[in-house]
Nanobody, 114 residues
């Protein structure tokens, strides 16, 4: 089992940047894949970034080149750096651990607005 706690959300202007953090309760090496998802009002939850325990990263086209997932294994932290933010990036962002089952954090709100 793993607990996840996100932080770092907030209000940012279009074109701005934010870094989200996710604290995991156990070693990242034991978790095959960590990811960030988001859910906007009235829309389905969608994947925005994933990283395997081998370090392979992938992104959907909607955020490729703007979002970067990274991790600090010693601190058991996963990050999502978001640059060139757009209003359509507004959503609740969730940290996810894909293991025996999917584990989720409580989410952190990101609002992109002028």
């Amino acid at each position: 089992q793993v607990q996840l706690v996100e932080s770092g959300g907030g209000l940012v202007q279009p074109g701005g940047s934010l870094r989200l953090s996710c604290a995991a309760s156990r070693s990242l090496f034991s978790i095959p894949e960590m990811a960030w998802h988001r859910q906007a009002p009235g829309k389905q939850r969608e994947l925005v970034a994933r990283i395997t325990n081998g370090g392979d990263r992938s992104y959907p086209d909607s955020v490729k080149g703007r979002f970067t997932i990274s991790r600090d294994i010693a601190k058991k932290m996963v990050y999502l750096r978001m640059d060139s933010l757009k209003p359509e990036d507004t959503a609740i962002y969730y940290c996810n651990a894909h293991w025996d089952v999917d584990y989720w954090g409580q989410g952190t709100q990101v609002t992109v607005s002028s």
